[in-house]
């Protein structure tokens, strides 16, 4: 193949692919917020789920004496 035309076939290849490394890397962004976000979820039902724990234990106490 010519030299140009190889040269220009990257050109063209270089340009369809950026936006979709691009995107791949908004992907990459959004699944870890939402890796971020469902890990705080977990550490607000775990100290909800200790509490409820605590509660129970506290009132089976209480009715027991």
Same mark, same amino acid.
């Given at each position: 193949?010519?030299?140009?035309?190889?040269?220009?076939?990257?050109?063209?290849?270089?340009?369809?692919? #950026?936006? +979709? =490394?691009?995107? *791949? /890397? %908004? &992907? !990459? @962004?959004? $699944? #870890?917020? +939402? =890796?971020?976000? *469902? /890990? %705080? &979820? !977990? @550490?607000? $039902?775990?100290?909800?789920?200790?509490?409820?724990?605590?509660?129970?234990?506290?009132?089976?106490?209480?009715?027991?004496?």
């Amino acid at each position: 193949m010519d030299v140009e035309l190889l040269q220009a076939l990257r050109t063209v290849i270089k340009e369809e692919i #950026e936006p +979709v =490394k691009k995107d *791949l /890397e %908004n &992907v !990459k @962004q959004g $699944l #870890e917020n +939402v =890796k971020q976000g *469902l /890990e %705080n &979820v !977990k @550490q607000e $039902l775990l100290v909800e789920i200790r509490q409820v724990k605590q509660q129970i234990i506290k009132d089976i106490s209480t009715s027991l004496s």
